[in-house]
């Protein structure tokens, strides 16, 4: 076989949604061939894959996950996150510097992580490296190793073995990352509002019910990513290091970083799919699979995040892929105090945020380019991820676009099938994901072997 074909009535472009051929050879776009091109330019001896009308999407590229390994695979692991990625459409993945042991703050971690990861992906992957309180001068040998950015919480983040920093330890920090020119992705919490309303709550005494979803909502404020947020674009406008937001869950914030964007400085801000489908009002008592931090806020909240979107203020959209074991979740003590905060959605993501967009007038490029184009320039891999353009990876989704499911267990290929989308009606399947023109998810089941690799910076 000389190379390969994928043909469709509809072709994620760089240029729109276009009829036509995309041509593969040795696992890269070769060419888009325009549909009355086909019989004058695709060779004959191309293998073909004619997908009819569904259409061909760019691989989705999910910049921010928490894959836990090694040492936490009995939350998760390479091996089943990226085959939950895989059925979800995702053809890379950017792993969190923590829930693994060790973290991933020095090289000899990320050794580690490598070791860990050999032979058992069935997508891409590459590594953030983390901040803490203690490795600045560790962080250009991160950048030299390969990772691809740098991540630091404001807030404690809820497990041992990664440490938040104060402000001057971040200021200690930041020379040090602006000098490699990575992106430093940022967890924009502040711990004195949520200290200040959580001694609010616990003053109530026996008034407190941690059952209640409203009573962990105002536990988090918005005012602790607002202040979080406030203060990093001033340190931004310091250090002139790339900033980005994740997992903004406060609308509140949107209109200073647009300032801070007009302004120019070097700012990108993410958000989630479970804050662009739930809302607080909808979230019953005790259901903590819905628990996360920043938490889901109300429904007018949902709603500004979308004009976020539409405004170009956010720009993309990650999962932050956060599984546990169900125990942690305490689905029996109900309690949101003691649950796990995070939420599990690599296989669901894309239908769930293709089921919102079009209720609200998206379309499909907005996906691409939230989900695929945007998420590839903040890991630094555009030249060959998230477009499918001359020279990148042949990395494809099949998407069904018009295709309604409810979501069960089986769908959910991550080590634990628990989820708040259980039981959603949802639009838009996956029927196959391609990784440099090789199918890995394919009719619902997973082909061959795992033969992802690590991108570099």
């Not at 060790?102 to 058992?120: D, F, G």
């Not at 404001?154 to 073995?161: E, N, Q, S, T």
């Not at 607002?226 to 931004?236: D, F, M, P, T, V």
């Not at 109900?334 to 919102?356: H, Y």
């Amino acid at each position: 076989m000389d190379g390969q074909t994928f043909l469709s009535d509809r072709i994620a472009t760089p240029d729109g949604i276009r009829p036509g051929a995309v041509l593969v050879r040795d696992g890269r776009v070769a060419a888009f061939i325009p549909a009355n091109q086909i019989s004058r330019k695709v060779p004959a001896n191309f293998d073909r894959h004619d997908f009819g009308e569904s259409v061909i999407l760019p691989g989705l590229v999910d910049s921010h996950v928490h894959i836990n390994e090694p040492g936490r695979t009995d939350w998760e692991g390479f091996e089943t996150a990226t085959r939950a990625a895989a059925s979800g459409g995702y053809t890379t993945l950017v792993d969190m510097p923590l829930n693994c042991l060790p973290a991933t703050t020095t090289v000899s971690a990320l050794a580690a992580k490598r070791k860990a990861a050999e032979q058992r992906c069935w997508v891409d992957w590459g590594a953030w490296g983390g901040v803490v309180s203690d490795n600045q001068s560790k962080i250009e040998a991160l950048a030299s190793a390969g990772v691809l950015g740098f991540k630091c919480f404001l807030i404690h983040p809820g497990i041992d073995g990664f440490t938040m920093v104060t402000e001057a330890e971040l200021r200690a920090a930041l020379p040090h990352v602006a000098q490699t020119g990575l992106p430093l992705l940022v967890h924009a919490e502040l711990p004195g509002p949520v200290d200040q309303a959580t001694r609010h709550l616990q003053n109530h005494g026996e008034d407190v019910n941690w059952t209640r979803y409203s009573t962990y909502l105002q536990s988090r404020p918005e005012e602790a990513e607002l202040l979080a947020i406030r203060l990093l674009l001033s340190l931004c406008r310091e250090y002139k290091f790339r900033l980005h937001v994740v997992h903004l869950s406060a609308s509140s914030a949107l209109a200073e970083l647009c300032a801070a964007r007009t302004e120019g400085l070097p700012v990108s801000v993410e958000t989630c799919p479970h804050y662009l489908h739930f809302c607080a009002e909808e979230i019953s008592d005790g259901a903590t699979l819905w628990k996360c931090a920043p938490p889901i806020r109300s429904r007018d909240n949902r709603e500004r995040l979308w004009q976020g979107l539409k405004d170009g203020v956010i720009d993309l959209v990650a999962t932050d892929h956060s599984p546990c074991p169900p125990a942690m979740k305490r689905l029996e003590e109900r309690s949101f105090r003691t649950a796990w905060g995070g939420i599990a959605s690599l296989s669901m993501a894309l239908p769930v945020m293709w089921t919102e967009a079009g209720r609200r007038g998206f379309a499909l490029g907005d996906i691409i380019r939230w989900m695929s184009a945007e998420p590839a320039r903040l890991a630094g891999c555009s030249s060959s991820k998230g477009r499918i353009a001359e020279g990148c990876d042949a990395d494809f989704v099949i998407f069904e676009p018009d295709t309604e499911f409810v979501v069960t267990e089986d769908r959910l290929h991550y080590r634990y099938p628990i989820s708040p989308y259980l039981g959603e009606k949802l639009r838009g399947v996956v029927k196959a994901t391609y990784l440099r023109g090789q199918p890995v998810f394919s009719g619902g089941k997973f082909c061959g072997e795992p033969r992802g690799r690590e991108i570099l910076a």
